[in-house]
């Protein structure tokens, strides 16, 4: 005979797993759409237009779920806390003007809560590119944003770049594609440690390309993607700390459209130097 107070432990219980449940179902719904996305080419790598961020990553299924229940639980996070200061809030109305020499070779630094990035910039093949990244360095465009976006099925990409930390911030003006030939894409694939830019291609419109900002993605492991998003760097440095910030995994954020990484990656300091 099965006492009151077991019973009501039983139904607890089933209760709990039905609830566990909807989010596991929630949570692999996220990640089919991770790889949805990859494959619609513009949606994961989306910057600039709020209209085509909201289309992006969204988790959760609508429900509705008991306060009482436990939160799914996160990988530690393994970086450190954000240094003090703001995000920024300048954005401009034009491309600043070409001021980088084509011929001179040119480093970006990443200083983050979770490590060092080292980035050679490639200013022959997406000049453009380099000097807008030079431009916003310069004016601590980057510092103290958060990397918004961790893409860990289907395609490898942690994305930075929006001081907002929505993916819809842009610096106000646009850069054109380029380099979308480079030899290093072979078989439409960005290899691990490629930098490219994200965009608001949509795959289909002449009219939506050249839309680049200043929201960029790095790919730490192998990713197809077809060529339409700018090459300009490769990672010479800070690997592991990717590896570790896609170790921690990431989470459906209903509020952006976005799987946010659970690691806290944030830009303290960016800079762009000749090297």
Same mark, same amino acid.
């Given at each position: 005979?099965?006492?009151?107070?077991?019973?009501?432990?039983?139904?607890?219980?089933?209760?709990?797993?039905?609830?566990?449940?909807?989010?596991?179902?929630?949570?692999?719904?996220?990640?089919?759409?991770?790889?949805?996305?990859?494959?619609?080419?513009?949606?994961?790598?989306?910057?600039? %237009? $709020?209209?085509?961020?909201?289309?992006?990553?969204?988790? !959760? /299924?609508? =429900?509705?779920?008991?306060? @009482? *229940?436990?939160? +799914?639980?996160?990988?530690?996070?393994?970086?450190?806390?954000?240094?003090?200061?703001?995000?920024?809030?300048?954005?401009?109305?034009?491309?600043?003007?070409?001021?980088?020499?084509?011929? %001179? $070779?040119?480093?970006?630094?990443?200083?983050?809560?979770? !490590? /060092?990035? =080292?980035?050679?910039?490639? @200013? *022959?093949?997406? +000049?453009?590119?380099?000097?807008?990244?030079?431009?916003?360095?310069?004016?601590?465009?980057?510092?103290?944003?958060?990397?918004?976006?961790?893409?860990?099925?289907?395609?490898?990409?942690?994305?930075?770049?929006?001081?907002?930390?929505?993916?819809?911030?842009?610096?106000?003006?646009?850069?054109?594609?380029?380099?979308?030939?480079?030899?290093?894409?072979?078989?439409?694939?960005?290899?691990?440690?490629?930098?490219?830019?994200?965009?608001?291609?949509?795959?289909?419109?002449?009219?939506?390309?050249?839309?680049?900002?200043?929201?960029?993605?790095?790919?730490?492991?192998?990713?197809?993607?077809?060529?339409?998003?700018?090459?300009?760097?490769?990672?010479?440095?800070?690997?592991?700390?990717?590896?570790?910030?896609?170790?921690?995994?990431?989470?459906?954020?209903?509020?952006?459209?976005?799987?946010?990484?659970?690691?806290?990656?944030?830009?303290?300091?960016?800079?762009?130097?000749?090297?």
């Amino acid at each position: 005979m099965v006492s009151s107070d077991q019973r009501r432990r039983q139904l607890a219980r089933e209760k709990y797993e039905r609830q566990q449940q909807r989010r596991d179902a929630a949570r692999r719904k996220a990640k089919r759409r991770n790889v949805i996305v990859a494959s619609a080419l513009a949606v994961a790598l989306a910057a600039g %237009a $709020a209209a085509y961020a909201s289309i992006g990553l969204a988790g !959760g /299924d609508g =429900g509705t779920t008991d306060a @009482a *229940a436990p939160s +799914p639980s996160k990988a530690a996070d393994p970086c450190g806390k954000p240094a003090p200061g703001s995000p920024s809030k300048k954005t401009w109305k034009k491309e600043p003007e070409m001021s980088v020499d084509t011929s %001179a $070779a040119y480093a970006m630094k990443l200083e983050t809560t979770c !490590g /060092d990035i =080292g980035i050679k910039l490639d @200013a *022959a093949k997406a +000049p453009h590119t380099v000097n807008s990244f030079s431009f916003l360095a310069g004016e601590k465009f980057f510092d103290h944003s958060k990397c918004h976006r961790l893409v860990d099925e289907g395609i490898y990409v942690l994305q930075c770049g929006d001081p907002t930390g929505t993916g819809a911030g842009t610096p106000g003006y646009t850069i054109p594609d380029e380099n979308l030939k480079d030899p290093k894409l072979k078989g439409d694939v960005y290899p691990a440690g490629t930098v490219a830019m994200a965009n608001r291609y949509d795959g289909k419109s002449d009219k939506t390309r050249n839309s680049g900002g200043s929201q960029f993605f790095l790919v730490y492991q192998d990713s197809k993607l077809p060529p339409n998003y700018t090459p300009f760097g490769t990672v010479t440095e800070g690997m592991d700390v990717l590896k570790k910030i896609a170790g921690a995994g990431s989470t459906p954020d209903p509020s952006t459209g976005n799987t946010a990484p659970n690691a806290t990656v944030v830009i303290n300091r960016a800079t762009v130097a000749r090297s």
